[in-house]
């Protein structure tokens, strides 16, 4: 009836927050590019691109550990496309390895933290009691902390393996998808659908495939991308300020960091790595439908 | 008689929203201060050595000094043993030493802290003032040409990671320019490159949450009732169309709490701006375990401050009832 | 003063949706423009108010003391907004800001606001006051009732003194008791020598409003004259079948049958029922028994808590004490509820024939069963490919119908099934229920407001009344169906 306001967007459940990102009203699409403006399908083929220079790339430029001084800021060439950077490394092999481990990082830490906050927020939804409230003080505490901050936190810990970076992009994100998915869960749950469905019973299978997941999956779908783009966005932050993943491991923000003393001799040498990170990020965010964006 | 019917409607839901709040403060401190043990246990070689080496200096470690180290500190026992006291300390608001300068580790966080106030307020306030300016402006076309400069400005705010917008604002203004200093303390100019760049990033969200904002207030029923009651645009907009945008926009700054010290801890670093946030990050590089811990544990209480203050701002101007607890 | 309005026509690219020659607007004689939803009846009134929607055009003039008005231009008009004209909003609720104390809404349409706020405020007081609602005046709109709500919107859209108002649907969503009100209301403004214009569907607040009656289908005016005639002895054949089609003047076989037979089993056996809602008792200490084959309307005013009621009694939720009893042939889905808004009790994103698939696998029902009952509802099979928001209300009503008759039901529960709807759609529907009811001898529960509606169905009929919640009054069908 009366439009309402729920103050604490930060720490209540809240479902009435207008939140237009959460939003997908695309049309159901017969073929996967039918229905898809212009930008979309750039921002897909961009995607494209990028995950087959990461496949690809580490295969055909194997060695990117191989320090030689002599090729100090050498320019780009034909076998270095990229050229070579401040040791001598070639900057095309070092981009193609760090940008498979940004995007497989990210990748995996969403699929986790969006598998197990599906889960515990259905269950959550479904059975109430203590279950959902021990669940939700858990959610409660997460969610106050920046994603930022707990990555960083677990990027201290077994001394900067990769596993403790991944286990934080996990841990950070999978009380948003709980969260998310408690809230709605809960209102289709308690709707005369789920309950007429009860009355002609139909099972839960059928509550789940007919009812939870249409209302869920595409908000879920637009969380994960928004989520992969962030999780790629802390991993180079932290290598930006020198910290997460070690070198000599190449990483996207530790690259432009490395380059940006050598900005007007090698340009090319920052503007790759930017280059890539821009791409992945403008074009997850391009996925969205013309509502969802901005 | 009315005073007390809104103290009423303002202290019972006031005193839930400070008990929610104070609840989850507590449990963001246990979580902090658990992992900063978990890093503590996790780290590779003899802890007793490595915190000797940070007491008395590389070349000054001996066995004997790391068996010192080892004794006062308890770091025999058993794991669990460790972490009730390692807790029961935070408890005592006991922060503990710093590994690297041997400092109270209290004392120095009061100096990030303010550092970072500052710089958090500057950029809120520049913020909020920007975006909801400019949002509000380009709500009055929509589709127009302020719209659509928004609408690029919203997404180009969104897609470029804040170091990166850093990192040209440092080019464009100190190093082309040279009009700005890019990094220091001290000098009035030191805060506005970071600031800027923090600005930036939270006045898309702003901007664009005010323009849907008015949108949907100037076709609402109540302005068009407030139009054909004989009331002009000037009026309405007043009366209306800001009071109503007032309360929508409020929550966000609540929202935007997170995203705030997200970016307090790369601007600083990045603007070698001294604050919790460059802390953190020379902490976590030198492994000072009780530093991480108190800049950790600062800046997720900052966010749990900010989403209190919001919690009963709303709650103060927005006379309707809280529907989150309704449906919860 | 009076109002004259010439060669009006609205239309959205190419299509006319409103096509009115003439109209005159007289004071202290109420006008009032009925019709069903889609007639075009709104939209007439807000090409006069000059607050169409970007996408429509108008055409045509409006006179009003003494000066011509070109509709085409909806701004020459703006300034009679709250002087000379204004407009009573649809829904009322709405229509205040939800963040400003009732006064102030009041008091900032006065003339002298911007000049003496002191005396405009003083001046809403004492209209609030007029209103009964003295004690209201500083509350926000969310505290307030439908009605009240109403009331401010009224003394709103008056305080300026604006001799012709129009008043949009403003019937919907209020009951009868409100509406009587409401009634009271529009006429104090012609007592004052105003003019009125009221748009509505309601076909009894146009009786009670008196004066001329319009009636508009399509686009045009259909009938027109005093309210008596029009609404008594109606000359056009769709002006018959609207009247025909109130409960109050129903004729169905299905109507005339003998009171329940006290033999048959009971299927819900309530005793001792009570339940509150936010401090206030909806019902205590209640009893009923549905035997199988009866129809029992649940009726009363809304809030009064006939859903919970239902809902109780199928035991979708838990009364406050008391205790419920199935009778085992209810098991297995015999059990089945109709729900006010069908749209919400399909799975929203889930094209129909798949939500009906469901149904048919689980419970084996020979795929021929629904394509019998599709025709037997008169519904084109090609509407099972869409989803339920792409399906109009009372053809997703029959729908809901065939989905609980597949399940060949004992008891169905319909709750408010038709107060969405139109009055010939309500009785299509109703005709559809009741002839599936008849045909699998299967037990009705029905809740509703409409009390016509409720005799026109029931066998027996149960009245909740607010406040004195404990007396829960049975009445034999022949009491109340002897309006009919």
Same mark, same amino acid.
């Given at each position: 009836m009366t439009q309402t306001i729920t103050p604490t967007p930060g720490g209540t459940p809240d479902t009435t927050l207008p939140s237009p990102a959460l939003q997908n009203d695309a049309p159901p699409a017969? $073929?996967?590019?039918?229905? $898809?403006s212009t930008g979309q399908l750039l921002a897909m083929s961009g995607l494209a691109l990028l995950v087959l220079f990461a496949l690809l790339g580490p295969l055909l430029w194997t060695e990117h550990a191989v320090q030689d001084l002599s090729r100090f800021l050498e320019p780009p060439s034909l076998a270095d496309p990229l050229g070579r950077d401040h040791l001598g490394r070639s900057v095309v092999a070092r981009l193609a390895h760090a940008t498979r481990l940004s995007l497989l990082l990210a990748v995996l830490g969403v699929v986790t933290a969006l598998a197990a906050g599906t889960l515990a927020g259905i269950v959550a939804a479904w059975r109430g009691g203590w279950v959902d409230a021990s669940l939700n003080a858990m959610s409660e505490a997460l969610i106050a902390l920046p994603a930022i901050l707990v990555v960083l936190l677990f990027s201290a810990m077994a001394n900067g393996e990769l596993w403790t970076l991944y286990a934080g992009l996990a841990l950070a994100q999978w009380v948003e998808y709980f969260r998310m998915v408690r809230a709605r869960s809960s209102l289709v749950l308690a709707g005369p659908a789920v309950e007429a469905a009860g009355l002609l019973k139909l099972g839960r299978a059928h509550i789940l495939r007919r009812h939870l997941w249409p209302e869920l999956r595409p908000l879920l779908a637009t969380m994960a991308t928004f989520g992969i783009g962030s999780s790629i966005l802390a991993l180079s932050t932290l290598g930006f300020v020198g910290i997460g993943i070690r070198p000599p491991t190449p990483e996207l923000g530790l690259m432009i960091t490395e380059a940006f003393p050598y900005y007007n001799e090698a340009p090319w040498m920052s503007l790759a790595p930017v280059l890539v990170l821009t791409t992945t990020l403008i074009g997850l965010l391009g996925l969205r439908n013309k509502e969802s964006r901005a | 008689m009315n005073q007390l019917v809104r103290h009423e409607s303002f202290l019972v839901p006031a005193a839930l929203v400070l008990r929610q709040r104070v609840i989850q403060a507590v449990a963001v401190a246990l979580f902090v201060s658990a992992a900063c043990f978990a890093i503590v246990q996790s780290l590779p070689g003899d802890i007793a050595f490595r915190i000797a080496a940070g007491r008395y200096g590389y070349d000054q470690v001996t066995a004997a000094s790391a068996e010192a180290v080892r004794a006062d500190l308890g770091l025999d026992r058993p794991a669990w043993l460790q972490l009730l006291d390692w807790l029961a300390s935070l408890a005592r608001f006991d922060l503990g030493t710093s590994l690297v300068t041997g400092g109270n580790v209290a004392g120095e966080l009061a100096l990030h802290l303010s550092g970072s106030l500052q710089l958090a307020a500057a950029a809120l306030v520049l913020a909020f003032l920007a975006g909801t300016a400019a949002g509000t402006l380009a709500a009055f076309r929509p589709g127009g040409t302020l719209d659509r400069a928004l609408t690029f400005w919203v997404s180009a705010a969104r897609a470029l990671p804040p170091f990166l917008l850093g990192l040209v604002l440092i080019l464009v203004f100190s190093v082309h320019l040279g009009v700005l200093p890019a990094t220091g303390h001290g000098e009035s100019t030191n805060i506005v490159l970071p600031a800027l760049t923090l600005a930036t990033g939270l006045s898309g969200l702003f901007a664009r949450v005010s323009r849907d904002a008015v949108i949907r207030i100037r076709q609402s029923d109540y302005v068009r009732f407030a139009a054909t009651k004989g009331l002009g645009g000037r009026l309405i907009f007043i009366r209306h169309v800001l009071r109503n945008t007032g309360v929508t926009l409020v929550p966000y700054i609540g929202v935007q709490a997170i995203i705030l010290i997200e970016g307090v801890v790369v601007i600083e670093s990045l603007f070698a701006w001294p604050g919790l946030g460059h802390a953190l990050v020379h902490a976590i590089f030198w492994r000072d375990v009780p530093m991480i811990q108190a800049t950790a544990l600062a800046l997720a209480l900052l966010v749990v401050l900010l989403n209190t203050a919001t919690d009963l701002a709303v709650l103060a101007i927005d006379p309707r009832p809280r529907t989150s607890q309704a449906a919860s | 003063m009076s109002m004259h309005l010439q060669h009006l026509i609205v239309s959205h690219s190419g299509q006319t949706l409103v096509n009115v020659s003439e109209l005159q607007l007289e004071p202290g004689r109420p006008l009032t423009i009925v019709g069903e939803s889609g007639s075009g009846k709104s939209l007439l009134a807000h090409a006069i108010m000059g607050t169409l929607p970007g996408s429509l055009t108008a055409r045509g003039s409006l006179t009003a003391d003494g000066t011509t008005y070109d509709l085409a231009d909806p701004s020459n008009r703006r300034r009679l907004w709250g002087r000379v004209m204004s407009l009573l909003p649809q829904e009322p609720m709405l229509a205040l800001d939800p963040t400003m104390r009732a006064q102030e809404q009041v008091a900032e349409g006065a003339a002298t606001f911007g000049t003496d706020p002191g005396s405009a405020r003083g001046r809403a007081r004492g209209m609030l006051a007029a209103l009964g609602l003295g004690g209201a +005046?500083?509350?926000?709109?969310?505290?307030?009732?439908g009605g009240m709500a109403q009331r401010v919107a009224f003394a709103a859209a008056t305080i300026a003194d604006a001799p012709m108002l129009i008043a949009d649907e403003p019937s919907k969503g209020l009951d009868e008791a409100a509406r009587a009100d409401l009634a009271e209301l529009l006429k104090r403004h012609l007592h004052g020598g105003g003019i009125l214009l009221t748009i509505t569907h309601d076909l009894d607040l146009a009786r009670e409003l008196g004066g001329d009656v319009l009636v508009m289908k399509e686009a045009e005016i259909i009938e027109q004259g005093p309210a008596r005639r029009v609404l008594e002895?109606? +000359?056009h054949p769709y002006t018959r079948r609207l009247i025909a089609a109130e409960p109050a003047h129903w004729a169905h076989s299905w109507m005339r049958r003998p009171a329940g037979d006290e033999t048959k089993p009971a299927l819900i056996t309530a005793e001792g029922l009570t339940k509150a809602f936010d401090g206030k008792t909806l019902f205590a200490d209640l009893s009923l028994t549905v035997r199988a084959g009866e129809r029992v309307a649940i009726s009363g005013p809304s809030g009064c808590g006939k859903t919970t009621l239902g809902n109780v009694l199928l035991r979708l939720a838990r009364p406050g004490s008391g205790q419920v009893h199935h009778a085992?042939?209810? /098991? /297995? /889905?015999?059990l089945q509820k109709l729900y006010q808004d069908p749209a919400l009790s399909f799975p929203a994103s889930v094209p129909l024939r798949d939500s009906f698939g469901d149904v048919i696998r689980r419970h084996q029902v020979p795929p021929s069963r629904l394509d019998e009952l599709m025709d037997a509802l008169r519904l084109a099979p090609a509407l099972l490919t869409r989803q339920p928001g792409q399906v109009s209300g009372g053809e997703l009503q029959r729908l809901a119908i065939i989905r609980t008759m597949l399940l060949e039901p004992a008891l169905v529960f319909a709750d408010e099934p038709t107060s969405r709807l139109d009055l010939i759609t309500q009785e299509e529907t109703i005709r559809c229920l009741m002839d599936q009811v008849g045909r699998q001898d299967c037990a009705l529960l029905l809740v509703t407001h409409d009390k016509t509606l409720a005799g026109a169905v029931a066998d027996r009929q149960l009245a909740l009344t607010p406040e004195e919640a404990p007396r829960g009054t049975v009445t034999p069908r022949e009491a109340v169906t002897a309006i009919a």
């Open positions: 017969n $073929r996967w590019y039918s229905g $898809r | - | +005046a500083r509350s926000f709109p969310h505290t307030l009732s002895t109606p +000359a085992e042939t209810l /098991g /297995g /889905g015999r």
